[in-house]
């Protein structure tokens, strides 16, 4: 290709960021800010926006790095742009981003905007190679709406390398409350077909699950508990849970009275898995595919553990953070199957530091273990009272026919 052509395509390129960008700010200096005051109705922006990407998008399809860079250059200053308009925080002039909840007081118009710049940003680093930055970006997107299910399609296809990790934001995609992605399957399907034989936790979620799981293999427990939920294989996978949170709560045998040592973190987010397992089966007591609970003994021993811990450290829930959102709540926000168990948190504060999160999780699974043992224990007797009725039915006709 020419040099002439390729200065032509670029003029073109910054011709049509100009227009877009002029539009942008008009828009703002007439309607108001993106704080709630323009006519929520307005969409002209966003849908502009959709339209501008759509013409862009066959000179990003030329891989000319040249036209890339200009492209991306653009949706940085506009980014930059945006949040000059809504006078938000001082950003880095590269890795534009926001920590705050400005989202909160978006219009959701003006949501789906930064959303998909962020998206946009994302897509341009893909095309570079910076993967890196690529993901950086569809997580600043994430943060922005966690509900929708694209962000994390993106994220599926640049962390490939970390297979659970594809695994789980492919099973994000699929299980977006909003805008759910149905092809995230075919890129799930093709890990698993790519990467089975390399990873053996593959096998048993994905292909029979009679294969052992390999704890040790396990990286980050509540991608893994994830992906398992999406299996529809929790109850393969809740030994192996219950023995990795046993395993941190270690008694102290040094002391006179038997007292459990306070973890100093969810490692490997071994609580939070835990707390969304009990979630799941406590949404599941009825189902027929859980009507052997051989975990009940299990369950009560951790809760043992869990109150001597509790009594050790006299911990308690402050009246004012009940209910509120944890780490990990935060992480799995619009992910469809935790939809109710979410609408109870609140969600309107930053999650505790590391030792208070940790904390209240305990707290938290303590109380939540109280109902699913009572749960599981109405279900066994009420089994086990079937159990006896048949036997004495079929004792009864068996006695009709002898005689």
């Known amino acids: 290709m020419s040099i ?4 032509e395509k670029q003029k073109i390129v910054a ?10 700010v008009n828009n703002y200096k007439q ?3 993106m704080n709630g005051t323009s ?3 307005d969409s002209s922006i966003y849908s502009a926006e959709i339209h501008l990407w759509n013409q862009l998008k066959k000179y990003i399809d030329t891989h000319e790095n040249n036209l890339v860079n200009c492209i991306h250059g653009f949706y940085v200053y506009i980014l930059q742009a945006l949040y000059s308009l809504t006078k938000g925080p001082a950003m880095d002039l590269y890795f534009v981003r926001c920590r705050t909840n400005i989202s909160v007081d978006l219009k959701e118009v003006d949501k789906l905007l930064l959303y998909n710049i962020y998206m946009r940003l994302g897509d341009l680093n893909r095309s570079l190679k910076n993967l890196k930055v690529s993901k950086y970006y569809y997580l600043q997107a994430c943060e922005i709406d966690p509900c929708r299910g694209h962000a994390y399609n993106q994220l599926s296809l640049v962390t490939t390398a970390q297979v659970f990790n594809s695994l789980y934001y492919s099973v994000r995609a699929l299980m977006a409350t909003e805008d759910a992605i149905s092809s995230a399957k075919n890129n799930m399907d093709s890990l698993v077909n790519r990467c089975s034989l390399m990873n053996p936790n593959i096998e048993p979620l994905f292909i029979n699950e009679e294969s052992k799981i390999d704890s040790d293999r396990v990286d980050n427990w509540l991608h893994f508990i994830v992906v398992t939920i999406y299996c529809d294989k929790v109850k393969i996978v809740l030994t192996h849970v219950i023995k990795e949170v046993d395993k941190h709560l270690i008694v102290d045998s040094q002391k006179p009275i038997e007292t459990i040592t306070m973890p100093k973190s969810d490692h490997k987010w071994i609580f939070s898995a835990f707390d969304v397992t009990i979630d799941i089966l406590t949404s599941q007591v009825s189902d027929d595919k859980l009507n052997s609970f051989e975990f009940e003994k299990e369950m009560i021993e951790i809760k043992g ?4 811990l509790i009594r050790d450290k006299n911990l308690t829930i402050n009246s004012s953070k009940k209910g509120l959102a ?3 709540d935060y992480l799995l926000c619009g992910f469809a199957p935790l939809k109710d168990n979410h609408k109870q948190l609140d969600f309107n504060v930053d999650p505790p530091r590391d030792q208070e999160n940790v904390q209240q999780l305990i707290l938290r699974i303590s109380g ?5 043992i009572s749960l599981m224990a109405e279900k066994n007797a009420k089994n086990r009272a079937k159990k006896s009725r048949n036997i004495a039915l079929q004792s009864i006709l068996g006695s009709k ?3």
């Open 368 to 372: 939540k273990l109280d109902k699913l």
């Open 31 to 33: 309607h108001g800010d």
């Open 305 to 308: 553990k869990l109150l001597t």
């Open 401 to 403: 026919g002898s005689s």
């Open 39 to 41: 006519d929520s109705n």
């Open 326 to 328: 944890l780490k990990h």
């Open 4 to 7: 002439e052509d390729s200065e």
């Open 15 to 24: 011709s049509l960021c100009e227009k877009y960008l002029q539009k942008l």
